[in-house]
């Protein structure tokens, strides 16, 4: 009786505690209004240190061919849907600007499922880049249905528009 009373227990508390990560909200730290009032940024996401299904970028492209191959598109998606989410606000990997929305990929789980951070870093002109604001662990779920990598463009897409969308409501906000 104690033994089922204790895995109940652990059972609501596990439950518990991952609908609290669920509803856990994106903070930013510091400013994006000299970048707001820029009109534009640089983005561009970074996998090279991210654990893909428990492995180093490296190792999970050993493990699944198709991944460098596919990479680029997998960027694409990521950095296509935050250009949708962020609105009039001019991004992409060749744009001309001072700053740059860096993002970086900490876990991708086999679902797809990512989490990362975003640096929002300046170029002041003196060689030591600055960073301006932070948001950290974001975390987006992925796909539902097909291949490890299929699952992997899905979660880069709904993270992609997730920190776009949060992106675009904030830049608002400053420019208000």
């Known amino acids: 009786m104690k033994r089922s009373l204790l895995i109940v227990l652990a059972l609501f508390l596990t439950t518990t505690g991952t609908i609290n990560a669920q509803k856990m909200k994106m903070e930013l730290t510091g400013s994006l209004k000299e970048m707001a009032q820029a009109g534009r940024a640089r983005i561009e996401v970074d996998y090279s240190e991210a654990m893909i299904h428990g492995m180093s970028e490296d190792e999970f492209g ?36 001072d700053y740059l929305i860096s993002v970086k990929v900490i876990q991708v789980n086999p679902k797809g499922n990512h989490v990362c951070d975003v640096f929002i870093i300046r170029d002041n002109g003196s ?40 992106l675009r ?7 208000k």
């Open 62 to 97: 050993v493990y699944e061919p198709d991944y460098f191959v596919d990479k680029d598109v997998i960027e694409g998606k990521f950095l296509g849907m935050l250009a949708d989410g962020i609105g009039d606000f001019i991004v992409g990997t060749k744009v001309k600007s």
């Open 127 to 166: 060689g030591e880049p600055e960073t301006m604001a932070t948001i950290k662990t974001i975390k987006a779920d992925g796909g539902t249905f097909g291949t490890k990598l299929n699952l992997m463009k899905d979660g880069a897409e709904h993270t992609g528009y997730l920190i776009g969308k949060y």
């Open 169 to 175: 409501a904030k830049i608002k906000k400053e420019l």
